[in-house]
């Protein structure tokens, strides 16, 4: 993984410093609460319900165990003893104390590790695919790109006030995992005509109130012209996106405006003007970023497979979970493990101190001590031998993080909800235990297949529901919490956006409904035919008919 | 009144002058919409500025500014980020060599990205330390990326040595 020089340790440090500074200055009555908000933002604090929220970057969602251990002490310290993974791939901290932020990122300093532009109206954390560099289906590693996106877009003096918020997303696989047609600017890993690999380029994709499936803006781009040509996606925006309507002013709505015929005519000749201006990248330049990501040091295969072959035959629940929760690799012998934080009873996405610590040490044993993060929400331990899964399953079942339902309907994304979030109009939380309850039938679950459940607390959709196979959107109704159901979207290559079935219905009828919607399911579908596949080629109708027979 | 200029509180020598209301003697600043209608007159004297506004399209000023010694740029909140990418265009692709001044909501914590953009002198806010936000300047020394400044992207600079 990428390793900080000088520059970017003394970069880090005096972000410290500037921050404790300006925590001063607020405190002294020099800065009002809106001018520290503002500044504390880019931070990655926020103040939500009951307290401030802290958001620490995880750069494409890659950490080393070091960094996890220095994660679960700051939960231990400065929270209540646990931390919340984000859709963007980064931990969020609910319950740190102001004074106690400035020691946290000195914490974090030490080892490599800050909170900078996870919040603001700036280019925020890089995500990337989370199996990224062990995928069998992937064309080229994307975090090198990610890494030196980071460093390009890290306090970048022109864009350090963007009308709205910027996000870019990367894969270098034929399966899109990163959602990049639902970023402003997503970018794929392509050959050429010439066989060379460079850029396929979407723009103009995101979530929120106004979700919109991004489109292509450039076929191919060159890897040399990666910044060159991101920089004048940047700088059209900065001067022509919306400023006088927060929801109005993301990326999105300027390209839908001028038609992405019109915005890319504008890119091509803003980047025409300024691709000389010294961000060009050269061949050495990305061999040097290329070698952070070098894989690791792999053992020959052996008879690990034959070995893993036995110990599933004579034990079914770990064989469960190999085949729930691990995904092919690309070198001969290893595994990719996800680690599911989709326990049932606990909220989707949090990890308590003694997770984090006892999931630190089984990378350091099992994974060459790196994780990842991933959008989803879990964790991913992407380089184990076969011959370790049964050691790692073992170890994991003690931390209670084997629960073996990725891909399942009880691995959805979930927004943290009114009880944290001072923007949501619904509870999620509460939701999720509902759904856990409710089909807590692992048989069951198999047998529906892959079925992708997204959730939000409110129409900013952080966990997503526009893209979910079933989405599910809180809404308040006088004081009262109220959910509607969305079906038919996707994150992915066939990226699409869900369509509601009728009116929302109250939270507490939402495991019911969905019932209502799985029975139907599984008398229509086809022979091996997903829940998402079985929707598109129905429609709504019938499952709309089902679920509000009752209540017209 | 005291402004930063290049890094150091001075005197502010220029006034500023509202559409409709008379000239006035020594160094004076006018709207871009002022200097476009009254251009012939107002290039006769000696120092002009222009005072430009977020949205104000700097192609309309391209051709007049050698004869422009002050762009005053204008921030009305601190969210207002369009001077930057205007001040960095200035410097960088149209060569202007004058000063360029922020006004508005301009404080601390902006200083030391406008001045990586071409600002080169500072309004700040009156009821905010002007001693302190020289601090600004100094705050984060390294840069991973050019501006209108001389700073090399980093993955040069590595490579460089």
New interface residues.
């Given amino acids: 993984m990428y390793r900080y020089?000088n520059?970017?340790q003394?970069?880090v440090n005096?972000?410290v410093?500037?921050f404790r500074?300006?925590v001063r200055?607020h405190l002294d009555g020099?800065l009002s609460d809106e001018?520290f908000r503002?500044?504390r933002l880019r931070n990655g604090l926020y103040y939500q319900l009951h307290a401030y929220m802290f958001r620490i970057a995880v750069p494409y969602g890659l950490f080393s165990s070091r960094q996890m251990h220095t994660l679960a002490h700051c939960a231990r310290t400065y929270d209540r003893g646990y931390g919340h993974f984000t859709t963007r791939q980064n931990i969020q901290f609910n319950w740190p104390e102001l004074e106690d932020v400035a020691k946290i990122m000195e914490e974090l300093a030490k080892v490599q590790m800050h909170a900078i532009q996870t919040s603001g109206?700036v280019v925020r954390n890089v995500t990337a695919d989370q199996y990224a560099g062990v995928a069998a289906d992937e064309l080229e590693d994307p975090r090198p790109y990610c890494e030196?996106l980071r460093?390009?877009s890290?306090?970048?003096?022109?864009?350090?006030?963007?009308?709205r918020k910027f996000k870019i997303g990367v894969t270098g696989a034929a399966e899109d995992r990163a959602a990049i047609r639902l970023h402003d600017i997503g970018l794929e890993l392509v050959s050429g005509e010439n066989g060379e690999v460079g850029f396929k380029v979407f723009v103009g994709g995101g979530m929120g109130r106004t979700p919109i499936v991004g489109k292509v803006i450039r076929e191919y781009l060159e890897k040399r012209h990666l910044?060159t040509y991101v920089e004048a996606v940047l700088?059209v925006y900065?001067?022509l996106g919306r400023?006088d309507d927060n929801n109005k002013a993301r990326i999105k709505i300027l390209v839908r405006s001028l038609g992405i015929k019109r915005f890319r005519k504008l890119v091509e000749a803003e980047w025409e003007?300024?691709r000389d201006?010294?961000?060009e990248?050269?061949t050495?330049?990305i061999e040097?970023?290329q070698g952070f990501f070098a894989p690791p040091d792999y053992q020959a295969a052996g008879n690990g497979a034959a070995e893993l072959e036995q110990q599933m035959a004579a034990d079914p629940s770990f064989a469960r979970w190999v085949k729930r929760n691990t995904r092919p690799h690309k070198v001969a012998g290893y595994r990719i493990a996800i680690v599911s934080v989709k326990a049932p009873g606990a909220p989707p996405g949090d990890l308590t101190d003694a997770q984090m610590d006892g999931i630190a040490d089984l990378a350091e044993r099992f994974s060459f001590g790196e994780l990842r993060s991933t959008h989803e929400q879990n964790l991913v331990l992407a380089d184990v031998a076969e011959g370790s899964l049964q050691a790692l399953w073992e170890g994991l079942k003690a931390l209670e993080l084997a629960t073996p339902n990725i891909g399942t309907l009880n691995d959805m994304i979930c927004c943290p909800g009114l009880d944290f979030c001072a923007l949501a109009k619904a509870s999620t939380i509460p939701v999720a235990a509902q759904i856990n309850e409710k089909f807590s039938d692992l048989d069951y679950l198999y047998d529906l297949g892959e079925l992708k459940l997204k959730m939000s607390g409110c129409m900013n959709a952080c966990g997503h529901h526009h893209v979910g196979h079933l989405g599910l959107l809180g809404v308040d109704k006088k004081g009262s919490e109220w959910y509607q159901i969305t079906m038919g979207g996707s994150a992915g290559n066939d990226a699409a956006l869900g369509r509601r079935i009728g009116p929302a219905i109250p939270i507490d009828g939402v495991a019911d409904a969905i019932e209502k919607i799985l029975v139907l399911y599984v008398e229509l579908r086809e022979e091996g035919e997903r829940f998402v596949d079985t929707v598109r080629r129905t429609g709504i109708a019938p499952f709309k008919e089902r679920v509000y027979a009752d209540h017209p | 009144m005291q402004i930063i200029r290049n890094q150091r509180v001075e005197e502010d020598t220029w006034q500023h002058v509202s559409d409709g209301e008379p000239l006035v003697e020594g160094p004076v600043t006018v709207s871009l919409k002022r200097w476009l209608e009254e251009r012939d007159t107002l290039s006769a004297r000696g120092d002009i500025g222009v005072r430009l506004a977020?949205a104000d399209e700097l192609d309309e000023l391209l051709a007049d500014l050698a004869q422009i010694s002050l762009l005053v740029l204008e921030f009305p909140a601190?969210?207002?980020?369009?001077g930057?990418?205007q001040a960095?265009l200035l410097r960088?692709?149209h060569g202007y060599s004058g000063e360029i001044r922020a006004t508005g909501d301009v404080?601390?914590?902006?200083l030391?990205?406008?001045q990586?953009?071409g600002i080169d002198s500072f309004v700040v806010r009156e009821d905010?330390?002007i001693d302190?936000a020289l601090?600004a300047f100094g705050?984060?020394?390294?840069?991973?990326?050019?501006?209108a400044d001389d700073e090399?992207?980093?993955?040069?600079?590595?490579?460089q040595g």
């Fill in positions: 020089d520059y970017d003394t970069l005096e972000r410093a500037q500074g300006q200055r020099k001018e503002q500044l109206n030196i460093q390009w890290t306090l970048h003096p022109e864009f350090c006030w963007l009308p910044l700088r900065n001067q400023r003007l300024s201006d010294g961000l990248l050269t050495t330049e040097r970023m | 977020p601190i969210t207002e980020g369009r930057y990418t960095r960088t692709r404080q601390h914590d902006q030391s990205f406008m990586r953009c905010r330390d302190d601090q705050e984060v020394s390294v840069r991973y990326q050019p501006a090399t992207l980093i993955f040069h600079r590595r490579e």
